[in-house]
């Protein structure tokens, strides 16, 4: 097995669409759409797909902040990751990627995890002055 996630998905076609179908779930979330107020989801989208691209052996095509920086601002708690995971899981079914090919995506995604989850609100941290720090608490009709 030589080739790379990034070949072995379909490449910058999948990521794209795998990332359109995810982003239409997380801006329609009653919870998540919460953080992406202020983004263009095809901005996001793009990001995504190049950043992941990268990540799993495709073009160097990122120019973006690392992980840690792009959500120093952004209170993600367990919880949050844990339904983003979900939500990116059912959009790599509902894409219909093989079951083994999801798990190795998922795991990719997995070790960004540290980088960005915080335990309190106190430790989100701001790029710029007057920078909104974001931290929304989880809806009580949300079961993870």
């Known amino acids: 097995m030589d080739k790379t996630l990034f070949k072995r998905i379909g ?9 359109r179908i995810f982003y239409d779930k997380a801006y329609s979330h009653e919870w998540l759409k919460l953080y992406f107020t202020d983004k263009p989801q095809t901005l996001l989208e793009d990001q995504q797909t190049d950043f992941m691209a990268q990540l799993i052996g495709g073009p160097k095509r ?3 902040k690392t ?26 079914e509902e894409f219909g990627l093989a079951e083994h090919l999801i798990k190795e995506w998922l795991m990719a ?9 915080k335990d309190s609100v106190e430790q989100c941290t701001q790029a710029y002055p007057n920078q909104e720090i974001l931290s929304f608490p989880k809806p ?3 079961n993870l």
């Open 67 to 92: 992980p840690r920086m792009a959500h120093q601002h952004i209170h993600i708690t367990e919880d949050l990751f844990t339904l983003r995971q979900r939500l990116l899981k059912e959009s790599l």
């Open 11 to 19: 490449g910058l076609e999948t990521l794209q669409k795998v990332h």
């Open 62 to 64: 990122y120019a973006g």
């Open 140 to 142: 009580k009709d949300i």
């Open 109 to 117: 995604d997995t070790a960004l995890k540290r980088a960005i989850t």
